[in-house]
């Protein structure tokens, strides 16, 4: 494109010093028509530029439906494609008019055109990658991800999404805990705004190891993390910190937190209830206040209160004394109650 735009300059400066020097007729006594070497020149330039413009808006309208049309690579090109050739087409036929007085059948004309250049070449892209481009691919791919090869912007974020995860249970690693978390203690500081923070230890765990094996120990994890992802809320974040430890970052006072800590004490006890071994978790929380304006304070809190849990009898979830003690199961069993509710 930019090669283009260059190469219709330098052809517009070359008429520009044609200008400059007497022009000589033809054998047939015709003179050159400077004045449509102009149009076509300037059409060229304007014509490239809506291109480069075109190239721009493409990614930019191909990214915003993608929250939309995910699951449907083909629709989500189709209109990407045809709105921005309409654009195109549009601008072109506007300085065409403008500078030659085409009618609008020019417009319809190259518009269906263009319609159906957007229709044959989405259907050729989506089959290139189903069936060629896949084959570059080791791993499985389904026809959603088609962005990863036309987006390198969406590629490039799914990179930094994996790499800040944890690779057994998908939850977001230590590393993500450490600056994530400083960023929300810092931003709860300054809006006012509640930040509580559960650490969740699973009770027993190297028992678990020892008596079933490592792979079972990694279903554990594994069911946890599940667990802990369906019963947050879109804004919390969910960590894995340690081998068997889990952390929670949710923008909730201190009561809600320790209500949200007892729903998953009660999940995953409720969740095991049927295999060959029993399940449960211990948990610490803490909240962001005057006596703790860190994250090392507010985790440090937390792990207290997680030790204390541990150590008077574990399967039960420590907060702030002096409050609610969160051991009874009572609001958690009747209909309607619950974070959830």
């Known amino acids: 494109i930019y090669g283009l735009l260059l190469g219709n300059a330098l052809m517009i400066g070359l008429v520009l010093v044609l200008r400059l020097h007497e022009i000589a007729p033809l054998p047939s006594g015709k003179l050159p028509d400077i004045g449509f070497i102009d149009q076509m020149g300037w059409l060229m330039v304007w014509g490239t530029t809506l291109l480069f413009v075109d190239a721009i808006l493409i990614i930019l309208l191909y990214e915003e439906l993608g929250r939309y049309l995910r699951k449907a690579p083909f629709t989500r090109i189709l209109v990407s494609v045809a709105c921005v050739l309409t654009f195109d087409q549009a601008g072109f036929f506007t300085a065409l008019h403008f500078v030659t007085g085409a009618p ?26 189903r069936w060629f481009e896949a084959r570059q691919i080791l791993a499985p791919r389904g026809l959603s991800d088609i962005f990863d090869t036309l987006t390198y912007r969406e590629r490039y974020e799914a ?7 944890d690779g057994l249970t998908g939850l977001l690693h230590r ?6 978390g400083e960023a929300a203690v810092a931003a709860g500081l300054r809006t006012a705004k509640p930040l509580s923070l559960l650490i969740i230890d699973v009770d027993h765990f190297k028992s678990i190891n020892d ?18 992802g369906e019963i947050v809320g879109p804004e919390d974040q969910v960590f894995r910190i340690g081998g068997e430890e889990f952390a929670i970052l949710c923008l909730r006072p201190h009561s809600v937190a320790r209500l949200l800590g007892e729903s998953i004490r009660h999940a995953v006890k409720t969740s095991a ?3 060959r071994f ?22 440090a809190l937390a792990d207290q209160r997680l030790y204390k849990a541990k150590s008077t009898g574990r399967d039960r979830v420590v907060g702030e004394p002096g409050g609610r ?4 199961l009572n609001a958690w069993t009747r209909p309607g109650h619950g974070v959830g509710a």
């Open 159 to 165: 990179l930094i999404e994996h790499v800040g995860r």
């Open 104 to 129: 609008i059948a020019v417009f319809f004309g190259g518009w269906f055109a263009k319609m159906g250049a957007a229709l044959a070449y989405s259907i050729m892209l989506v089959a290139y990658i």
């Open 211 to 228: 008596r079933f094996g490592h792979a079972e120990g990694d279903k554990v994890l594994k069911s946890v993390a599940a667990l802990l």
């Open 278 to 299: 029993g399940i449960t978790v211990s948990a610490g929380i803490s909240t962001v206040s005057e006596t703790t304006r860190c994250l090392a304070d507010v985790f």
């Open 273 to 275: 209830s049927t295999s």
């Open 325 to 328: 003690e969160a051991d009874s």
């Open 175 to 180: 590393g993500r805990f450490d600056s994530d």
